[in-house]
């Protein structure tokens, strides 16, 4: 169930994304963030894998919103 969430989470953060709503997007962030964190805490994907996923969101977001992203 937690897996599936977390699935479907970044599923919706994703399509955000491709569509290139910004603000949806932005309002997404928080929940997907978290979601994720709390998926390495219970051991369903690993803390470095949590990481990927959230710098990689992260940067696709900034790369939409015109900010450039650290090097």
Same mark, same amino acid.
Not at 42 to 61: E, P, S, V
């Given at each position: 169930?937690? &897996? %599936? ?5 970044? &599923?919706?953060? &994703?399509? #955000? *994304? ?9 309002? *997404?962030?928080? #929940?997907?963030? %978290?979601?994720?964190? &709390? ?9 470095? =894998? ?10 696709? *977001?900034?790369? *939409? %919103?015109? =900010?450039?992203?650290?090097?």
């Amino acid at each position: 169930m937690r &897996r %599936s969430r977390m699935r479907l989470t970044i &599923r919706t953060m &994703r399509k #955000a *994304l491709e569509k290139k709503d910004v603000q949806a997007a932005t309002a *997404l962030i928080p #929940a997907t963030f %978290s979601i994720v964190d &709390r998926a390495a805490k219970w051991g369903i994907i690993q803390d470095n =894998t949590a990481a990927r996923y959230k710098a990689r969101i992260h940067k696709r *977001l900034k790369a *939409l %919103s015109g =900010t450039p992203a650290a090097a």
